[in-house]
């Protein structure tokens, strides 16, 4: 039967039949990881997606880090897909191979091409995609061996694996709704709880979508592997960026544009104080999530793919983790919120970090900056200067992603001026740094005070028996 005469329903039905019947451990998470990657694949491709720090010059750019990247991606998909191919379907891919290659006149291997593309059952689909996955493998592996690849040949490669993806009868996951059963659930109690509490039916449907986007935003970044030890695990972790800024920039458009007019038909909201909690919740989770990819992709991970230093690398990812994992969490409890205002983060998430907690930690950071930087005004030797180095790699992985976007290149200037020094700065070196150190630390201190006027920390102060702690450690 032809994809146009079948029912959507129908194809999923039978999609979900053959699934069931696998015999694979933990096949839905294979599944889901397998599905998650094929969409990164075609996303990656688009330079929008990339922490390119000039998308002017994309033209002129080697795309040999990123080609790595692909190769990376796709030889996990051949993993993942095998992994949900029986054992001698598994074997049998690669003898199918050979015969087409090397034992078929033409006329057979057409044949035998037009019955494989039929895909007349999913058990048909994946090794088809596996072996044109194997494929394209082999002709990545050839372009990672040249030194320079332009834009054209990076474009065009996304175009035949989008192609690949695309023409995928059972297993291209553009083809299915945003959301399944299977894959997407709300599982945490209070969450439940407090959607099925909603009378109005599209504020319900509405307010699940987006719980479903955050809670499926947080389930791709499980896939960011930042404890890894090797360069190239790290920066295969741009493939699940690029899909979650690519679905993260949806959610914010389905906040700004769509949820407003679903909830207010013709202009006569229903559920009025609902609502307009709904809608306030909106606009701040809108605000934020705009501002935190801007700093996400123009700053912590800008040109990731050509840094050479392991430590700098994992801090760029791990940080970048961190603060998604962190917003995507405060977006599902500021919605929670709006429909209960008795939910906390906690009651949610075991390892939620309030914006208290965070203004708490952050004021505290820069406190102790401006005191090692007061040290070292005063008294700069070899050991103060490693002080400083110490205490910047600490702010860099655990202090920097809490600061505002707009203060990022302030500290980033002030950090790489330090990495130019040496552990012994003496005279000309010596007064220019002492005066580079007297500036940031006036930045320092107005910042402090900004932080300081945060509504969270009214009241507030600062427990410096605790920061001098901390500062006994560093000094």
Sequence with gaps: MK????????????????????????????????????????????????????????????????????????????????????????????????????????????????????????????????????????????????????????????????????????????????????????????????????????????????????????????????????????????????????????????LEKELPFNLRVGGKPRSEKIIREVLSAADSVSFQLGMELKKLFKQILRDVTEVVSLIKLKSAIDSSKGILTNFFQQAIVTFAHALDERIEGKDIFTDYISKLEQSLRLREDIWLFNKILETGETTMDGKTMKAIRDFITYFQSLAFPLVRYSDHDDFQRFCESVGSYGNEVLGDKLAELKKTIQHFRIFLETTLGHINNRSELRGVPLDETHARDLLSQFL
């Excluded at 051949?78 to 003898?95: G, N, Q, T, V």
């Excluded at 995928?168 to 209070?190: C, G, Q, S, V």
Aim: aromatic residues 10%.
């Design 3 to 254: 994809e146009g005469k079948r029912a959507y329903k129908d194809i999923l039905r039978e999609r979900e039949h053959f699934l069931d019947g696998l015999n694979v451990e933990n096949k839905d998470e294979v599944l889901f990881e397998l599905e998650m990657l094929l969409k990164a694949l075609d996303r990656f491709f688009n330079p929008d997606n990339l922490p390119f720090s000039n998308i002017d010059d994309i033209v002129s750019r080697n795309f040999v880090h990123e080609i790595r990247i692909v190769k990376h991606g796709v030889d996990r998909a051949i993993f993942l897909i095998k992994a949900l191919i029986p054992l001698e379907e598994s074997s049998a891919i690669y003898f199918r191979n050979y015969v087409e290659r090397e034992l078929l006149q033409d006329y057979a291997r057409d044949i035998l091409e037009e019955k494989s593309l039929s895909q007349e059952t999913p058990g048909e689909s994946l090794p088809l995609l596996c072996l044109a996955f194997l494929n394209i493998s082999e002709i990545l592996s050839a372009l990672c061996q040249r030194r320079y690849l332009g834009h054209t040949l990076f474009h065009s490669m996304g175009q035949l694996l989008s192609r690949e993806i695309a023409v995928n009868r059972w297993f291209n996951p553009f083809k299915f709704r945003a959301f399944l059963p299977r894959f997407d659930r709300i599982t945490n109690p209070k969450i439940l709880k407090v959607v099925k509490s909603v009378k109005d039916e599209e504020v319900k449907r509405n307010v699940s979508i987006v719980f479903l986007a955050f809670y499926r935003l947080l389930r791709e970044l499980h896939y960011v592997h930042s404890e890894a030890e090797d360069k190239e695990t790290l920066k295969s972790s741009l493939l699940i960026f690029s899909l979650v800024h690519s679905e993260a920039k949806a959610i914010n458009m389905f």
